[in-house]
């Protein structure tokens, strides 16, 4: 699935726009025609359950396969379980509405309020001095000790802001300085970016494919933290300094050096109260983390937590409620088409359970599953989520638990085996095997134009993340 610049994103309000050639739009056409014309045959064949309760799930895998805008894609996989149903346009809208009260779009619009937050972090200045407090913690006794901290400031700031991107984009204009003076070259500095970053999504409290992982395994947050996240962001930081160290030896000396007068000085001007409000948003995050552990609030929690921070940080870094507000608006309108997705989904699952194909395929092969290896049933769904169900990270867990979560259920799988395999599925293609967004967006704030590079370090972070996992699940099941 092509990546959308984010230009494209800012001006069309669409989180998932791709831009396709008018062969591969003509192709999606013929597919979404194929699709809908077997939904309308399919919905005089008989009532539910159904196999072909199945068609809009394997529609709308095709087409995003094919690089169609995911929103889109759900549309069309939502229309065709609609005439496979026969639903009528009354029946329709109650199932929509219904949707809007699901737990699926609940995620979606967590998604929201996390941006919503990340954008008053950016305008009181709290992003950037978290980087540049972690930077003095680390201190600069050795190029390792520096690695580390730019490593682990990336980490903090992702997992604050619950997004790899925007996060980076704060980070980047206060590390690289730090590593062209230390002589960084700019695949280490960007593999170090991208390494960071990628274990502070995956530890991230509020960050929706989390809490979208949560909300599949049924496990609060230091569960999902043990069996899942905790051991990948070890496992990040501490092989990563061998990655970027190696690529530093592999490409020291060939020209891929910093220019430091291109790079700017290392100085960043904050707003006065940015160490206040940093303070007061750091003790309310973990106030918020502690809470929801200790209570064992639901998935819920974030609807009132993100908002709350957001506010008491823009009091402490003296914004007035009106541009308070005025920054969650635009965080958040940013990424209202991934409310519309989650939307779109909840009534898409609704649709699929009500079709009920799973009841047959448990009827047929129930005996066979429930003597099955659970332990190669987690292997094969973190496989699928890996390299076949494209999309939005949340999304795909999503997809994925509404897809294999009854026969999880049959095979007994754990919920811990589980966080692990809806994290790997969802996580694994940041790091490969072909490149995407996450990698090409590291690169440029890292001034690096050499993929092949940022490919091996994600392959370097890989192998031994596979490894970790299986050895976890092999436990576990």
């Keep these: 699935m092509s990546s959308p610049t984010t230009d494209t994103r800012e ?35 008989g009532p539910a359950p159904t196999l072909w309760g199945l068609l809009p799930i394997v529609l709308y895998a095709v087409l995003c396969l ?28 109650n199932l929509l509405g219904e949707g809007l009260g699901d737990s699926i779009t ?46 682990l400031a990336c980490l903090v700031l992702v997992a604050a802001l619950g997004t ?67 051991p990948l962001a070890v496992l990040s930081i501490v092989w990563g300094v061998v990655v970027v160290r190696w690529m530093q030896r592999r490409t020291e ?9 291109s790079i700017g000085a290392e100085t960043t001007e904050v707003p006065a109260r940015a160490g206040r409000a940093t303070a007061v948003f750091t003790v309310a995050l973990l106030v918020s983390v502690v809470y929801a552990t200790v209570t064992e ?36 309108a940013s990424l209202i088409s991934i409310l519309i997705l989650f939307w779109l989904l909840a009534a898409l699952f609704a649709i699929i359970d009500l079709l009920a194909p799973f009841d047959v395929v448990l009827a047929a092969v129930g005996d066979d599953l429930a003597q099955g290896s659970a332990f190669a049933f987690t292997l094969v769904v ?25 026969l999880q259920s049959t095979l007994g799988v754990s919920a811990g085996a589980w966080v692990v395999t809806m994290l790997f599925a969802s996580k694994a293609d940041t790091y490969g095997p072909f490149p995407n967004g996450n990698m090409v967006g590291a690169m440029g704030l890292a001034r690096s134009t050499n993929l092949r590079n940022m490919l091996i ?10 490894a970790m996992y299986a050895l976890i699940l092999w436990f576990t099941t």
């Design 11 to 45: 001006e069309s309000g669409n989180a998932y726009e791709v831009v396709l050639s008018r062969r591969r739009r003509a192709v999606l056409g013929v597919v979404s025609g194929i699709g809908l014309a077997l939904a309308v045959v399919a919905g005089f064949l």
């Design 66 to 93: 094919l690089g169609m805008d995911i929103v889109v894609a759900t549309v069309v996989a939502l229309v065709s379980g609609l005439l496979v149903a026969q639903l009528s346009p009354l029946e329709t809208g």
């Design 106 to 151: 609940m995620i979606g619009l967590i998604i929201v309020l996390g941006a919503a937050t990340g954008e008053v972090l950016k305008v009181t200045g709290v992003a950037q001095t978290i980087v540049s407090w972690v930077m003095r913690m680390v201190g600069e006794s050795s190029r390792t000790a520096v690695l580390v901290g730019m490593m």
């Design 164 to 230: 790899l991107a925007g996060a980076l984009a704060i980070a980047a204009p206060i590390l690289l300085p730090i590593a062209a003076r230390l002589g960084f070259t700019r695949s280490a500095t960007a593999a170090a970016l991208f390494i960071g970053g990628c274990a502070g999504l995956a530890v991230a409290p509020f960050a929706g494919s989390n809490v979208a992982v949560m909300t599949a395994a049924e496990v609060g947050y230091l569960t999902y933290l043990g069996y899942g996240a905790a």
């Design 253 to 261: 000396g060939t020209g891929d050096d910093y220019d430091p007068a």
């Design 297 to 332: 609030a639901g998935t819920s929690f974030p609807l009132l937590a993100l908002p709350v921070l957001g506010v008491l940080t823009g009091l402490a870094g003296g914004l007035e409620p009106g541009r308070i507000l005025s920054a969650m608006y635009r965080g958040g």
């Design 382 to 406: 973190a496989a699928l989520g890996w390299v076949g169900v494209p999309g939005a990270t949340a999304a795909q867990v999503v997809l994925l638990d509404e897809v294999f979560g009854p």
């Design 457 to 466: 370090t994600g392959w370097a972070v890989l192998v031994p993340a596979c």
